[in-house]
C-alpha cells in the first residue's frame, strides 16, 4: 500500500512539469453577435443593402434624352474642359518658378524660396487664410 502511494505520488509529481494552462477568452466572429473582425465588413453591408427597401428617387428616373442630346452634352464637357486646360497653362507659364520670390495667382499667394530640405513652395489663400507648403526635395 505504501508502494502504491508512493509510486501515485511521483507519477503525479511528475507530470506537473508537463502540465501547461492558459486563459480561455471569447471572442465573437459573427459581426451579428458583436464580432469586431474588420474582414466581416461586407458581410455586414450586404445584409443592409438586402432589407434596405428605400430607393434614391432620383435613380428610379430613365434617361430620356435622345442620342443626339447626350452626344451635345458630351462634345460640350469636352470643350469646356480642354478650355479650362488651356488657361490653367497659360497661368501657369506666365509664372516664373525658377526664380525665388512671391508671387499671385487669383486668390493665391505663392512663395517659393531654396531651403535646406529642397525647394520650398508656400501657398496662402488669401481669402480664408488658410496655407499649404510642398517641399520639393534636392
Do not use: C, H, K, W
Request: charged residues 15%; glycine residues 6%; aromatic residues 10%.
Amino acid at each position: 500500500m505504501r508502494r502504491t502511494f508512493f509510486l501515485t505520488l511521483i507519477l503525479f509529481l511528475g507530470t506537473l512539469g508537463v502540465v501547461n494552462a492558459q486563459q480561455f477568452t471569447y471572442q465573437p466572429i459573427s459581426p451579428f453577435f458583436g464580432g469586431t473582425n474588420a474582414f466581416n465588413y461586407q458581410q455586414i453591408l450586404s445584409s443592409a443593402n438586402a432589407q434596405n427597401s428605400l430607393q434614391d428617387p432620383n435613380t428610379l428616373q430613365a434617361d430620356t434624352r435622345t442620342e443626339l442630346e447626350r452626344f451635345a452634352d458630351n462634345v460640350n464637357t469636352q470643350i469646356f474642359s480642354q478650355l479650362s486646360r488651356t488657361l490653367t497653362q497659360q497661368q501657369l507659364d506666365a509664372l516664373n518658378f525658377e526664380e525665388p520670390g512671391t508671387f499671385t495667382a487669383g486668390e493665391f499667394a505663392i512663395e517659393i524660396f531654396e531651403g535646406l530640405e529642397g525647394l520650398v513652395i508656400n501657398i496662402l489663400d488669401t481669402t480664408t487664410g488658410e496655407e499649404s507648403q510642398i517641399i520639393v526635395p534636392n
